[in-house]
Nanobody, 125 residues
Framework: QVQLVESGGGLVQAGGSLRLSCAAS????????MAWFRQTPGKEREFVAA????????AYADSVKGRFTISRDNPKNTVYLQMLSLKPEDTAVYYC??????????????????WGQGTQVTVSS
């Protein structure tokens, strides 16, 4: 199975940017479709962005379209989430996820088999 480790979170002012990374190990990242989700206390895990194994098909939540970009570097077994124009409402723990059905993106967290431990993103106003 694959192990996922996120990094790159932190504290940033509104309007700022961050780039999250998700490093995969144990299995090649190219075996999986990958996604980013986020969660705040008391709320369900929310879809942010997803990419198929090749990066050809990509999906975004409406709330982040035009501001966030998901990308992947399969030789490096890493998936990225570039976040621009951050807003206080983007504050959350961000999780990387992988699923073995690698040719499709999916919005539901239940479709993903593997999860990282999460990285905190805090956007101050």
């Amino acid at each position: 199975q694959v192990q996922l480790v996120e990094s790159g979170g932190g504290l940033v002012q509104a309007g700022g940017s961050l780039r999250l990374s998700c490093a995969a190990s144990g299995r090649p990242a190219s075996n999986y479709a990958m996604a980013w989700f986020r969660q705040t206390p008391g709320k369900e895990r929310e879809f942010v962005a997803a990419t198929t194994w090749s990066g050809v098909r990509i999906a975004y939540a409406d709330s982040v379209k035009g501001r966030f970009t998901i990308s992947r570097d399969n030789p490096k077994n890493t998936v990225y989430l570039q976040m621009l124009s951050l807003k206080p409402e983007d504050t959350a723990v961000y999780y990387c996820a992988a699923k073995g059905t690698k040719y499709t993106t999916d919005y539901s967290p239940r479709s993903y088999d593997y999860w990282g431990q999460g990285t905190q993103v805090t956007v101050s106003s």
